[in-house]
């Protein structure tokens, strides 16, 4: 299973972004069926930003981005998108995808496979 993230840049406060994560080497209903995303901001822990399953469904918010971010699924495309609104300062971070056995699951250590990270950077 490889991942690959896009689509990070730099915004200014309050504004938006889509960043996207394409899997390849994957089979649905075969092992990984969950794909998350977590962010780690310079000189922090990284942390469990949303995930969802490859249906569609078990879809799970960190707290301080729900109302503002959504994960969706293109699975024709083997794609899954963050859309990243109304930005604050304290999302600045690199945004990593990651491929997991679990739906629904916060933990990291529950995903297997990482992509590289899209740095996501924003202004005041």
């Known amino acids: 299973v490889q991942l690959q993230a896009s689509g990070g840049g730099l915004v200014q406060t309050g504004g938006s972004l889509n960043i996207r994560c394409v899997v390849s080497?994957?089979?649905?209903?075969?092992?990984?069926?969950?794909v998350g995303w977590f962010r780690q901001a310079p000189g922090k822990e990284r942390e469990f930003v949303a995930t969802l399953t490859w249906d569609g469904g078990n879809i799970v918010y960190a707290d301080p981005v729900k109302g503002r971010f959504t994960i969706s699924v293109e699975s024709v495309k083997n794609m899954v998108n963050l859309r990243l609104n109304s930005l604050k300062p304290e999302d600045t971070a690199v945004y990593y995808c990651?491929?997991?056995?679990?739906?629904?699951?916060?933990?990291?250590?529950?995903?297997?496979?990482w992509g590289q990270g899209t740095l996501v950077t924003v202004s005041s």
């Open positions: 990651a491929a997991g056995r679990y739906g629904g699951s916060k933990y990291a250590s529950d995903y297997d496979y």
């Open positions: 080497g994957y089979t649905f209903g075969v092992g990984y069926d969950a």
